[in-house]
């Protein structure tokens, strides 16, 4: 009955599962190529002496064990910068002591290091405090490493492992952006009374090739590490922040360099004809253009409202300047396509004024009309009263000159005249659509000068944008 209660016990089942364990690997180191050195201070240490790995190795329960956290960066495996997660290769080393696993090498023939698998030993409870796994157990368990072990008791642990970490992503210079990415390691039960950490090694020099991203440095902290949940007491971390630079020559090829290609296409609407029926088109397929790229960057952008990168603020600029080409294009649509005689204050300005300044050739008749209209308007005032007298006759008059003329005619005559009278209804139709025909050509050659104008605003807004957005991303370089 009381060796059925001892069993059940969770306490002695458990070191009764760690003796069997113990006893399976002396038996397995029996039938292994070992020298007997190695097998005589195993069977010393961890079975005659019956050494607990659930137990703090400290002989003072008072002192504390000092670890020293080393970390190598050896690859960065993906940058997910929608969900803000590093995944990145790292050797990292745990060095401490062991009062519990000493031994006098001369009493095993010079026997200086031992090397044993990790779960024999007692192993810190270091955890990765911004993992991004959902096991937040200690991170390097589940790697099968060995462990080597010092004659003074000295215990040096490196394992090869993939890590997750989350890291707040600066995307405002994308993709000419520098991110910096912490590691916070330290222990989840233990305050500094029990463990504490200190800074190790950080290098990056065995970094592998990593066509995206390059690094730049890694730097190490040890911060105290006072939190709110717990007054009184420090759980110390150490920090280790790793600066890497974005490549940008795959986004300069595969989202600028296009963007800046289709929103120049934006500029032939304005060369493009009238007559052609396409300039509306062209506007609204480029503008269609631009927003299938703004999706494209956008998907790859965490979803915040912190900050607009400046390729997005670009592609918003192209498509701003692009929407406003195609609302131009109408308007000179509208122009090209009006009939009705033109206001004197629109033949002053495009006539007058912008033809020159954009050298726009007019037509003859245009030139002649506004020269005779200057010589009208200068003569004007030299006319005698005399000759407007004449000019504006009496009706009373003409209508007897004509009867009298009428009553005197001959037959012949009066033919001729019913056909000068047809000849002349003729001669005011065509000069009517001749009229017409002058009128559509005036609204035409507005229509190309405004179509002119727009061209060099849009270049001028163009330039300033492209030269902004450059500057902005060279000083971050």
């Not at 020298?35 to 005659?48: A, C, G, M, V, W």
């Not at 009705?340 to 003859?364: E, G, I, K, S």
């Not at 003329?405 to 001749?434: A, P």
């Amino acid at each position: 009955m009381n060796l059925t209660r001892k069993l059940t016990d969770p306490m002695m089942c458990l070191t009764v599962l760690q003796i069997c364990g113990f006893l399976m690997l002396g038996c397995s180191l029996q039938g292994i190529f070992a020298s007997p050195e190695q097998i005589k201070l195993i069977e010393d240490r961890f079975f005659n002496d019956r050494y607990n790995k659930l137990v703090r190795p400290v002989i003072n329960e008072s002192q504390k064990i000092s670890i020293s956290f080393e970390l190598y960066l050896s690859q960065i495996n993906d940058m997910d910068e929608k969900f803000q997660i590093l995944t990145t290769t790292v050797w990292i080393t745990q060095r401490w002591h062991d009062d519990y696993v000493t031994w006098n090498a001369s009493e095993y023939n010079g026997l200086e290091k031992l090397r044993v698998p990790a779960s024999m030993l007692w192993l810190p409870d270091t955890v990765l405090y911004n993992t991004a796994k959902e096991d937040n157990e200690n991170f390097m368990l589940d790697v099968q490493t060995n462990i080597i072990i010092n004659a003074s008791g000295g215990i040096d642990w490196s394992a090869l492992v993939i890590m997750k970490t989350f890291c707040p992503v600066n995307i405002f210079y994308f993709p000419f952006d520098t991110q910096q990415c912490e590691m916070k390691f330290g222990s989840w039960q233990y305050d500094a009374r029990f463990i504490d950490y200190y800074e190790g090694p950080a290098d990056a020099s065995n970094y592998q090739h990593n066509g995206e991203w390059d690094t730049e440095g890694i730097t190490v902290v040890r911060n105290p590490g006072i939190y709110s949940c717990c007054p009184g007491r420090e759980y110390p971390d150490v920090t280790f922040t790793i600066t890497i630079r974005r490549k940008p020559l795959f986004y300069i090829f595969n989202l600028i360099i296009p963007c800046f290609l289709i929103s120049g296409m934006s500029m032939l609407g304005f060369i493009l004809p009238c007559e052609s029926g396409e300039k509306v088109s062209l506007g609204i397929t480029v503008l269609l253009s631009l927003t299938v790229f703004l999706l494209v960057v956008a998907e790859t952008m965490p979803a915040t409202s912190d900050v607009i990168p400046l390729i997005g603020r670009y592609y918003i600029f192209t498509i701003v300047l692009v929407a406003t080409s195609t609302t131009m294009t109408v308007l000179v649509l509208n122009f090209h396509h009006r009939h009705q005689p033109m206001p004197r204050w629109m033949r002053v300005v495009y006539f007058r004024f912008l033809a020159r300044v954009l050298f726009v050739d007019l037509p003859a008749f245009i030139k002649a009309k506004e020269d005779c209209r200057n010589c009208i308007i200068t003569n004007a005032n030299n006319i005698k009263e005399e000759e407007v007298k004449i000019i504006k006759a009496s009706p009373e008059r003409k209508k007897v000159t004509n009867d009298h003329t009428k009553k005197n005619m001959t037959f012949k005559d009066k033919v001729l005249l019913d056909i000068l009278k047809h000849v002349q209804k003729i001669s005011q139709r065509h000069e009517s659509k001749d009229k017409h025909t002058k009128v559509n050509i005036e609204w035409r050659v507005v229509a190309k000068i405004t179509d002119r104008f727009f061209l060099i605003i849009y270049i001028i807004c163009a330039i300033l944008m492209n030269v902004s957005i450059t500057v902005q991303a060279l000083m971050h370089v």
